[in-house]
């Protein structure tokens, strides 16, 4: 069974920064891409940033150049540096991984969710 834990949410005033972290754990074979995104209240859950397995990042144009997504392949983890925050950055922010896993016959790719954490974006 795979897991993604999320943690590094928090309150944090205008301007400031946060790292959120997310480790997979379980039984993997490899990890693909790995992403973040996050969902306001009473908003759609947005792509905020996508890094692939190679390290090539890419970003949704709100948070390019604030935002640095990261991965640490050895610990199964993927980063989120969010610099200059904004209100409208608040939101439940979750991850997500493609994995390869093992099947008794075949290996196979499924799609993980961590749970989230919030991200409060105030004065």
């Known amino acids: 069974q795979v897991q993604l834990v999320e943690s590094g949410g928090g309150l944090v005033q205008p301007g400031g920064s946060l790292r959120l972290s997310c480790a997979a754990s379980g039984s993997i074979l490899s990890i693909n891409d790995m992403s973040w995104y996050r969902q306001a209240p009473g908003k759609e859950r947005e792509l905020v940033a996508t890094?692939?397995?190679?390290?090539?990042?890419n970003y949704a144009d709100s948070v390019k150049g604030r935002f640095t997504i990261s991965r640490d392949n050895a610990k199964n983890t993927v980063y989120l540096q969010m610099n200059s925050l904004k209100p409208e950055d608040t939101a439940d922010y979750y991850c997500?991984?493609?994995?390869?896993?093992?099947?008794?016959?075949?290996?196979?790719?499924?799609?993980?969710w961590g749970t989230g954490t919030l991200v409060t974006v105030s004065s």
């Open positions: 997500n991984a493609e994995i390869e896993l093992a099947g008794p016959s075949y290996n196979y790719l499924m799609i993980y």
């Open positions: 890094i692939t397995s190679g390290g090539t990042p």
